[in-house]
C-alpha cells in the first residue's frame, strides 16, 4: 500500500501539469496508478467502503482502466457518519451538498490537505478559462453565504474556490428570504463605478443571478456597463427550466445585463462530493476533465461507458481527495459524451454536455409500495 | 373486422359506448359452459407465431382452458352453476347472476392482465369495459382479435369494450366508473388508490388487487441439500425474472432458516448462477436511468451499512443478491434485486409481516413445519402460500379475492310451496 505521503506527492505532481494538455492515453495510464493507490489507501482506513470495494465484480488492483474501478454512488454521501478516510480530529471543515427541501444534503469531510488540493484544483481549471490574474470579485449572494465556518454549504464552496483569483470581494445581496427583493443597488452600483473598465470577476448560483439580480436589475432599468466580466455561474437548471429559461436565453440576459458579449458567461458543472474538479463550458459549449480528474458517462443498461454521441449517467473520478473516499461517484446526472477527444477548443480527452438530472426511480407495477400498512411497532406478535 | 380497441376521445362517446354495453349485456344471458367452450377456442387460436413472443401468452393459452377454469368455476359457485342451473342450499336455492357491467382497470406492467381480468369478469357473465393501458395496446389488440376471430356470433365480443384513452383523462375515467357495476382495479399504489376515488355508484361491487409484495422462505433442509440446490435456484430465478421483479407476487426477499452445517454463501454462490442463467435467456431490452440508480444504491448502501453484509452482483445492472441477516422485510427495490436474509426461525419473519406481502414462496422439506408456515402467513396478512418457482402462476383466488364470484350477485330463492 502506497503510504499518503506518496500519494500527496503524485496528487500535486497532477496539479503541476496543464489541466487540459494530456492525450487521452497518457491521462488514463497516470490517473489508474494513482486512483489504484488511492483505493488501496482508503481500504486501509475504512472497513465499510473496503467491504463495497472488496465485492466489486472487478478486483481494483486487476483493473486495467478507471472505468472498471469501484464506483461509489454519490448518494452514500448522505450517510451519517459521513463517510471518512480521517479520523474526527483531523477534519477541518465539513461541505454540505444544497439539497432542496426535505432532502438530506450530502456531508463531505475535509482534512487539510484535501482543502488544500481542492482550492488548487478548482483555480487551475478556472486559471484555463479566464487566465491567472487576480482581479475584483463580485459576488452575487449574501456575506453570510461566504462560509468562514467549519460547515461550508455548495454555494460557500463555490464562492471560497474562486477566492483566489480575487483582489478584493464584493457580495450584493442582502441577507433575507430568498423569494424576498435583495439586491443591494448601493453596493452593486458603487462597485460598477469603480471597476467598470477593468477585468472583473463575477459568480452566482444560476438561479440567485436570474431571479436577485436579472430580474431586479430589469425592473429597474438599470444595464452595467462592465464588457471585461467573466461570469461564472453554477447550482443546476432545474428551477430556471420550471420558468422556461433555457441556457441561450440566460446567457443573452446576463450578458445584455452587464453589458458583455455572451462567451463571457460561463456555466460549470460541480457537486460538492467532487471536491477540487469543476466543469466550465468551453467557447464550443462543452466541458472538459482536468488532469487530476475524469468523466465516464455509463449506459443505464449496462453500466459500461458509451459511445460518442450517446447519453448516460455521469460518473466522476477526482484523485485529489484523501479525506473521503470520492475517488469515483457515481452521480444522479446524465450527460451526452459530444467525443473523447478533439475539442476544436483544444482541450485534450472527453467533451461532454450536461443532460439533466436522472429522474426518480418509481417502484413500478402492482408491487409498487408505497408503505407498509402499519409501523413495524404494531406488527410482530405471533 | 373492426378495431378490437376502441380509442375512446370524450365524455360523450364513453357514455354512449357503455349504454351500447349494458344493452347487448341485458339482451341475453350467457352461461359459464358457453364462455368456457369460447374460452377453449380463444387458446387454441393464441398458439401463433406472431404472439409467442409476447410475455405471457404461453400462460395466458393454459389459464383459458376448461380444465383450467372449469374448477375454478366449481369451486366458487358449484358445479350446478356450469349450465346457468340452480344449486340446493337447505330448502332454498341459489344461483349467480352478473352484477351488470365490470369495469377493469389492469396494470400496465403485465402485458396480458387486461384479457385475464376481462376473463374473470366475463365467466361471471358480466358485460366488460376494459381500460386498456396505453403500453398494452398492440399486444392486447392482437389478443383480442384472436377472440374475434373465432367468436362469429359475437356471443362473447358483444359484452366486451376495450378501451383505450390517456391515463389523465380524468372525465373519461369517472364517466367509465360512474357507469359500472363492479370494478377490477389492478396496479401500484398510486394507481390504485386514483381508481379508487373515481365516483363509483354506491351499489359497485369493488375488488383491487395490488399493491403487494411478496417474499419466500427456505428451511435449512432445503437450502441445505446440495443435489436439489440447483433446480431450486432456478425456480427462484425464474420468480424473480418474470414481470422484471415488478408484479406483487415477485419475490423482494428471501429468508433462510440458519444451519450450522450449511454455508449461506455456498448458496449464494449457486444462486448466482442461476441468476447469470436466467439473466442470458431474458437479458433486459432497456432499464430506466433512475432504476440503475437505485441498483447502485441499494449494492453500495447495503455493503456499507455493515461489514458482515455480503453482495454478488456483475458490472451491470441486470441483477443483484445481498446476502445477510435479518427478520424483517426490505422495501422493494425492483431491478432483479433480491435480498437473501438468514434468521434463526422462520416463523419470526412471518410473524412481521403487516398484510403487504401477497405471496409466500415456499421451499421446506418438512411437511408440518410447512403447514405451520402456512398457518401463520394465513394469519399475518398472506393471501398465497405456494412452492418456489410457482409466485406468479395465477389462479383464484388471487389478493385473498375469488376472481368470478366477485363479480356476480348469488339470488336465494326460498320456493313458495315450502
Redesign the interface.
Known sequence: MSSLAEIQRQIESLLGLAPYGTSPQQHESVLLALLKQELAYACGKNLQFCNYVEHWPVRFSEATRIADLPYLPVSMFKANPPLALVGTDEIRRTLTSSATTGQVPSRIVLDAATAKVMSKGVVTIIRDFIGPARRPYLIIDTEENLGTHAQLGARGAAIQGLSSFATEQVCCLHPGQEQDERLDLEKLLTFVDRWKNSSVLVYGFTYVIWTQFVQALRREGIRLDMPNVHVLHSGGWKRLQQQAVTQEVFNREVASVFGCPATRVMDFYGMVENVGVVYPDCDYGNKHVPAFAEVIIRDPLTLAPVEAGQKGLIEVCSALPTSFPGFSLLTEDLAEVVNYDGCPCGRRGISFRFAGRVPKAEVRGCGNLENLRYPRSVVGVA | MKDAIQSIESVPEMTDRLQQLRYATQATEVVPQAVLEIYDRWAEALDDRELHNVPGVTFLRLWLRRSNLEPIVCRELGPGWLNGGWWKDGRARLRAFPVGVVGHWP????EIQPVLSLSCGLLGGNGCVVRVPNGLIPITRLLMQKLQEIDHDGLLTKRILMASFDHSRLDVHEAMAGAVDGAMI??????VSQVRALPFPHWARIAV??????AAVMDAETWGNRSERTEWCRRIARDVWQ?D????S?P?ALFLERSEEHDAREFAEDLKRAFQEENAAHP?R?????????I??V???W???D?S?????????DWTILLGTGT??P????GRTLSVLLVDDL??VI??????VQTLGLGVGNARKEEMLAH?AGR??VDRVVKLGRMHVFSSPWDGIELVRSMVRVVRHVPTAD
Open positions: 396494470a400496465a406492467n403485465i389492478w396496479g401500484g399504489a398510486e394507481a388487487f395490488g399493491p403487494r409484495i411478496s414481470f421483479q415488478q408484479a406483487c415477485s423482494q433486459r432497456e432499464i430506466e436511468p433512475g432504476l440503475t440508480s437505485s447502485c444504491g449494492r453500495a448502501s455493503l456499507l451499512g461489514l453484509h455480503q453482495a454478488f452482483f456483475p458490472a451491470s445492472p424483517e422485510m422495501m422493494p427495490t425492483q416463523s419470526e410473524s412481521k409481516f403487516d398484510g403487504t401463520a399475518h396478512g
